[in-house]
């Protein structure tokens, strides 16, 4: 008789069985996600050296305090820069090394948020003195803008930079308790020097609104904060996220800086105290919107961990009705938990590729504000507001969605999706509040919309790519336009296009008195609509990338991030009466169909579900999750992390004797049971 497999032993046949039964040639698309097999065996290469270093190891990172963390990634960051010289890796691959070392650093901020707005704001005289230092980390930066009263609103900040033509300097103060900066990441122990968001100040008194200016905070010498300047770190963050980051705090009292540390490269004040101004009012916003374009690869990649620790663990744990041979159901096999599964993967898909579309936009921007084209500028700026926004509501949410769907063990800190959701959490509030942001593209919404229905013939060619949704103000009805059924794509993308026209053209006649939530709808209408048509054409562009199989599993992925899209927009495809067939209630639930059309592409994905995660290309090292390991041996993996924390490494613990064992005898005490032995 055979000998019968053991629960433990099924969950690795369970995930080969699922990788024998997906169609996905995993190499290619893992490939295709990382931009070409060049940069997949970079990628690849350099993930290998990292997690073979033992000074590199997760090891006990877990069970350290705050305090010991932050050391710690000072330390691994240090062992990086040391395989960097080593290796002779540019100045691009240490950050990507640092990207994949799956700890929170306080040298991201040097080159998320301080060296491109330096690069992109300073004189070329600041740029030449200040350039080396920055790549090559003779100096560290941060960026000094949210404040203890003021955040998202740039415009209330209150530190100053008052003029001085005397002396041809800079006054740099805190003139109140609030306008102490704070939050700033790296500000708190690290940085030695800081891009400053502060009210230019002219001689006479003129408030110019918010200007940037580069400081030194620290001497180089020995790391203390110079005369003037008050810094210190915050504390810790909600959920023990961020736990190596020094989000700090930093007050100035009438710092003096040089003329030239103002970043001048399209506005300055000249030495007598007269302002010359930029070619336009937002343009040293360049910087904070490449913070925001890439928020969103970074969506995608980490909503990606995400689905393949989930999927995995989905695939090879067993619950409910038995089978023939004795065992429980794979849960990814219910329908509520691959319904939650599936889209977070094809987000995962939809948010790598914008992400690379949005790069390629912000660098033509870029090269445009070098040479004075700011032409694209105020459409980037409602781009990245509106995909921060959607990104990172979504993500956050996808995260919790797959530790849900994990079950109990979810819960556990060796899942890893607790972690990875503390982390990206605060993405909704930094860089802008989701909230506040709204209001940002739907005032884009507004203006274009404005523009073009007032225009004596609009020409639908004159519209941004944020706005294309409104050339269907002219266009026919839905019935004339969706016909290809819920297979088509262009059925999803036109729904979702003609809802933004409804929902602004709605906003509009209530632009004075908006109801509560219409700012939020609005926005989510016109940045999903956009986002569709980005959809629509990776579609379209997949079966000259990728052979026809892998061609086809990923169109019906894309396509079922617009389905699901769309019905999370049926609340207003149903309230404007332009979702089809609403119109004739008796034939009963007009978005059944819908819903049916999702479930039947959600069962044809599920077979290739593995190979569509294992396409991401992650390493144990890299997702460092017990649920989530390659060969699906979970159960044992979660055993041999139990045996790492420091509770079980005495048999009796730690204060027995002092507070334990008072309580047991008191309590045997009063219950007369003193002397005797239990």
């Not at 690795?12 to 169609?23: F, G, H, K, P, V």
């Not at 350099?46 to 350290?64: E, I, T």
């Not at 009438?254 to 970043?263: A, E, G, K, T, Y």
């Not at 005032?443 to 919309?449: C, D, F, H, N, T």
């Amino acid at each position: 008789m055979a000998e019968r497999t053991t629960p433990e032993k099924q969950t690795r046949i369970d995930l080969q069985r699922a990788r024998e039964r997906s169609e996905v040639d995993i190499a290619l698309v893992r490939d295709f996600l990382h931009g070409g097999r060049k940069q997949w065996e970079e990628h690849a290469g350099m993930v290998g050296l990292l997690s073979q270093d033992p000074a590199l190891s997760h090891g006990q990172r877990l069970y350290l305090t705050r305090k010991e963390r932050y050391k710690d990634s000072l330390r691994l960051a240090k062992r990086v820069h040391e395989l960097q010289d080593e290796h002779g890796w540019t100045d691009a691959q240490f950050r990507k090394a640092m990207d994949n070392m799956g700890e929170s650093s306080p040298y991201f901020l040097h080159f998320l948020a301080f060296e491109p707005v330096v690069r992109s704001q300073a004189s070329d005289e600041l740029l030449a003195e200040y350039s080396g230092l920055m790549t090559n980390r003779g100096i560290i930066g941060c960026y000094l803008q949210t404040e203890l009263a003021h955040g998202s609103n740039v415009g209330g900040l209150e530190t100053t930079a008052t003029y001085v033509p005397q002396t041809q300097e800079f006054i740099i103060n805190s003139p109140t308790f609030t306008s102490r900066k704070w939050w700033v990441g790296a500000a708190g122990k690290l940085a030695t020097h800081a891009v400053v968001q502060a009210l230019l100040i002219l001689p006479d008194g003129k408030n110019l609104g918010p200007h940037l200016f580069f400081i030194q905070l620290r001497s180089l010498e020995d790391h203390r904060v110079l005369p003037g300047i008050t810094m210190g770190d915050i504390g810790p963050k909600a959920f023990g996220g961020f736990a190596a980051v020094d989000n700090g705090f930093a007050v100035f009292d009438h710092v003096r800086i040089s003329r030239r540390f103002m970043l001048s490269k399209f506005s300055h004040v000249t030495d007598d105290g007269r302002y010359v101004q930029p070619p336009h009012a937002k343009i040293s916003y360049g910087g904070m919107l490449y913070i925001r374009s890439t928020m969103v690869t970074t969506g995608g990649w980490t909503a990606a961990k995400a689905a393949t620790i989930a999927v995995r663990y989905a695939t090879v744990r067993r619950q409910g009705n038995k089978s023939a041979q004795g065992f429980e159901e794979q849960i990814i096999n219910y329908p509520s938990v691959y319904n939650r599964l599936l889209p977070i993967v094809s987000r995962s898909y939809v948010l790598m590729l914008l992400g690379r579309n949005l790069e390629k936009s912000f660098a033509a921007m870029s090269q445009g504000l070098a040479h004075g084209d700011t032409s694209l500028l105020a459409d980037m700026h409602a781009m990245t507001s509106g995909l921060k926004v959607l990104v990172t509501t979504s993500v956050v949410q996808d995260i919790e969605t797959a530790r849900r769907a994990l079950g109990g063990h979810g819960y556990s800190e060796y899942a890893g999706l607790g972690r990875i959701y503390a982390n990206y959490l605060p993405a909704a509030t930094y860089e802008g509040d989701n909230f506040l942001l709204d209001l940002q593209v739907v005032r884009a919404a507004l203006k274009a919309y404005k523009r073009y229905s007032s225009a004596a013939r609009p020409d639908p060619l004159t519209l941004p790519p944020t706005a294309r949704y409104l050339r269907l103000l002219s266009e026919q009805s839905v019935a004339d336009k969706a016909t290809g059924g819920w297979a088509d794509p262009h059925m999803s993308v036109y729904l979702l296009e003609l809802r933004a026209v409804h929902m602004i053209r709605e906003f509009a006649k209530h632009e004075a008195d908006p109801d509560a939530s219409a700012p939020q709808r609005m926005s989510r209408a016109a940045t999903e609509a956009f986002v569709a048509v980005q959809v629509e054409s990776f579609i379209k562009d997949l079966a000259s990338e990728l052979p026809g199989k892998d061609a086809h599993i990923l169109a019906d992925l894309l396509n079922l991030y617009l389905l699901t899209t769309v019905e999370s927009a049926l609340t207003d495809l149903l309230s404007f009466g332009i979702f089809p067939g609403c119109q004739r209630p008796a034939n009963g639930d007009p978005t059944r169909e819908l819903r049916r059309a999702i479930k039947h592409l959600e069962l044809k994905l599920l077979p290739q579900a593995v190979g569509l995660t294992d396409a991401f290309g992650f390493t144990d090292w890299e997702l460092n999750s017990a649920l989530g390991v390659h060969d699906g041996a979970v159960y044992e993996a979660l055993w041999d992390c139990v045996q790492t924390e420091p509770l079980n490494q005495t048999e009796v613990v730690d204060g027995y004797h002092e507070f334990v064992k008072p309580v047991l005898e008191r309590g045997r005490r009063l219950a007369g049971r003193g002397g005797a032995k239990l």
